[in-house]
């Protein structure tokens, strides 16, 4: 194979690698929960450490250096990911394969998935029969690996620590609900409170929250609580065997993209008005109401 084509693979495995590890680094934290989801609790804490691989191995690809050796490293780690998800999805029903962060909308279907796997192990296969095994680099090259590097671990660090104190975030908006883009998806009583929640059935911090958000009715949070579910109806049954939740839950498509890209994320409405946007896992009910009380939208 010519060494244009070899070329062309080596950039698209590498972009591929590098762009699978760096919106994992967005959230780390959600891509060690992804680990604990498949059974691999005891080593989620890999989850930085297999970050950083895949960002280095991208980089390394990318500017061609030891192309030939790191491709056969890519496609044993490419297999191995292939067969822990085909795992998940056959004895545990995870089909969130966690590949690229909680982008929902690149990690797609299990058929997409292990089309895209089966791709880049060819391209990888290529690189590792026809590429070159030398060290081709430049000082230039070498800084800007150094340095992506460096600023991904920082970010990998950051994202991780902060989710493991799973922290909320809320904003006080004030938004009448006609004048919002969520009217397009609930109408709600001028008279009643209510908590929407957009979630994912695949989002870890959307499931850790699902305990607390069933609290939120009965401790007068809310008069009512709604759910906005990223998914479709076969997602929906195996979400209720698991949580029985207790509270309306409408499924949409990517049309919930519009509402929402960031999972989960939470709406308190009173008076036909946004009042507060939730980010992040949801706290307890009390820790809520005392919130929202503190900011005065409670009560």
């Given amino acids: 194979m010519g060494n244009k084509k070899i070329e062309i693979c080596s950039l698209i495995t590498g972009l591929v690698f ?20 498949y059974g691999f609790e005891p080593v989620r804490f890999l989850s930085p450490v297999i970050i950083l691989l895949e960002i280095t191995l991208g980089l390394l690809l990318l500017f061609r250096i030891y192309e030939k050796a790191l491709a056969i490293a890519g496609a044993v780690m490419v297999s191995i990911f292939t067969l822990v998800y085909l795992y998940g999805w056959v004895c545990l029903d995870v089909q969130d394969c966690g590949c690229f962060g ?30 070159d095994n030398r060290l081709d680099s430049n000082l230039w090259v070498s800084l800007i690996i150094f340095v992506f590097i460096g600023l991904s671990a920082f970010v990998t660090g950051y994202t991780y620590n902060e989710g ?13 609900l006609h004048d919002s883009r969520l009217s397009r998806f609930v109408e709600c009583s001028v008279d009643s409170t209510y908590v929407i929640f957009a979630f994912s059935y695949t989002c870890p911090h959307c499931l850790n929250s699902i305990a607390n958000l069933k609290e939120y009715e009965a401790f007068g949070v809310a008069d009512r609580v709604m759910g906005l579910a990223l998914g479709d109806s076969s997602q929906y049954q195996s979400f ?5 939740p207790g ?19 939470a709406y308190y409405i009173k008076n ?21 009380e503190q900011i005065g939208a409670g009560g």
């Fill in 102 to 131: 909680q982008v929902s909308i690149l990690n797609s279907s299990p058929t997409i998935v292990l089309i895209r796997n089966g791709v880049l192990l060819f391209l990888l296969g290529m690189i590792g029969k026809n590429g």
């Fill in 18 to 37: 590098i762009l699978s590890g760096g919106l994992k680094a967005f959230d780390a934290s959600s891509f060690d929960q992804v680990i604990a989801t």
């Fill in 247 to 265: 509270f309306t839950i409408r499924n949409h498509s990517e049309e919930l993209f519009q509402l929402t890209d960031s999972y989960p994320k």
């Fill in 240 to 244: 209720v065997e698991a949580f029985n």
């Fill in 164 to 176: 493991q104190e799973s922290r909320f975030s809320g904003d006080l908006v004030r938004v009448p």
């Fill in 272 to 292: 036909d008005t946004i009042l507060v946007e939730l980010s992040g896992e949801l706290p307890c009910a009390l820790v809520l109401k005392r919130y929202l």
